[in-house]
């Protein structure tokens, strides 16, 4: 038998949670479409060069929704960053550590760190060549970048080695030591190798 009761209507307020939901994920996507934006201008043009208005126009939003999701260039830079190291990550030194020999262990390290400057060098040239001129890049760089390099020097020095071999293994760890010795016509292999010769000079 069928019930006479009728059925309370499911209230307005129940819908909310599905509507902040929806709200929070369409803000993320455009957040997102903003970074990823950001990302192929400072890549191919640099950070210095590019402008809200590319951005926006990229991103397919107007320039005011970019100002609303990174109010400052600081939080718009350091989203980039992240969202590069997130799809291009530089070799981790934690395993260069564990080669007691230093030849065997720059030489693998060279390896990595080289064939990642070759994927990354756009991007990495424009950013290091820009942060003197954007006060936020150079932050962003102090924060993150260059104690990644110290971190890979740390992995690479021994406890005897001299003021010498620490200032010639932070030279061949260098992008734009890599930089000149590609544009000299050296593939990432040759260049390993010279660098582990001019390191061991020392």
């Known amino acids: 038998m069928m019930s006479n009761k009728k059925q309370k209507a499911p209230k307005k307020s129940d819908s909310r949670p599905y509507r902040l939901r929806e709200r929070a994920r369409k803000m993320e996507e ?14 191919s043009v640099g950070p210095a060069r590019t402008t809200v208005s590319e951005i926006a126009e990229r991103a397919g939003v107007r320039r005011m929704t970019v ?3 990174f109010p400052s260039d600081t939080e718009l830079i350091d989203a980039c960053s992240s969202h590069f190291v997130q799809q291009n990550p530089p070799p981790d030194p934690a395993p260069w ?13 060279l390896g990595e760190l080289y064939s990642y400057y070759r994927r990354s060098a756009d991007m990495l040239a424009n950013v290091l060549r820009d942060a003197a001129i954007v006060p936020a890049l150079a932050k962003i760089n102090a924060q993150k970048w260059w104690p990644y390099v110290d971190t890979v020097l740390d992995a690479l020095v021994d406890k005897d ?8 293994l932070r030279l061949v760890i260098d ?12 593939d990432d292999n040759a260049a390993a190798r010279l660098a582990c010769r001019m390191a061991a000079g020392a």
């Open 161 to 168: 080695d001299t003021a010498e071999r620490r200032a010639a």
């Open 97 to 109: 550590r564990e080669i007691e020999d230093p030849a065997a262990r720059l030489t693998l390290a």
């Open 30 to 43: 455009t957040r997102q479409r903003i970074t990823e934006a950001a990302v192929q201008l400072h890549r």
């Open 175 to 186: 992008f734009w030591t890599w930089k000149k010795l590609s544009n000299s016509g050296l």
């Open 67 to 69: 100002y609303n999701h």
